[in-house]
Nanobody, 125 residues
Framework: QVQLVESGGGPVQAGDSLRLSCAAS????????MAWFRQGLGKEREFVAA????????DYADSVEGRFTISRDNAKNTVYLQMTSLKPEDTADYYC??????????????????WGQGTQVTVSS
């Protein structure tokens, strides 16, 4: 069983930066593909970023490419999402996800079998 706990969300101004963290349980965290998804009010959940076990391979949604950076610290069982140049349209609940099913970053939600409870990010203009 894998438990994921996100933190770091909150209200910010447009142009600000914010770093989300996701602490994971599990003895083999280093083998999981990790990802961040988000869901705005009234919208479907969407892919944001993903990272493979080593951190060497990452993938980003077009909407955040160049502004967000996903990283991981396997010694701390933690994955991060560094968000810069935040925009009001980045406002959403951000969810951490883990997959024991895949070996490389993927965008499909159904490939991630563990999910956190989410952390809210609100960006005001």
């Amino acid at each position: 069983q894998v438990q994921l706990v996100e933190s770091g969300g909150g209200p910010v101004q447009a142009g600000d930066s914010l770093r989300l963290s996701c602490a994971a349980s599990g003895r083999i965290f280093s083998s999981y593909v990790m990802a961040w998804f988000r869901q705005g009010l009234g919208k479907e959940r969407e892919f944001v970023a993903a990272i493979d076990w080593s951190g060497d391979r990452t993938d980003y949604a077009d909407s955040v490419e160049g502004r967000f950076t996903i990283s991981r610290d396997n010694a701390k069982n933690t994955v991060y999402l560094q968000m810069t140049s935040l925009k009001p349209e980045d406002t959403a609940d951000y969810y951490c996800a883990a997959s024991t099913l895949i070996a490389s970053p993927r965008r499909r939600m159904d490939l991630y079998n563990y999910w956190g409870q989410g952390t809210q990010v609100t960006v005001s203009s």
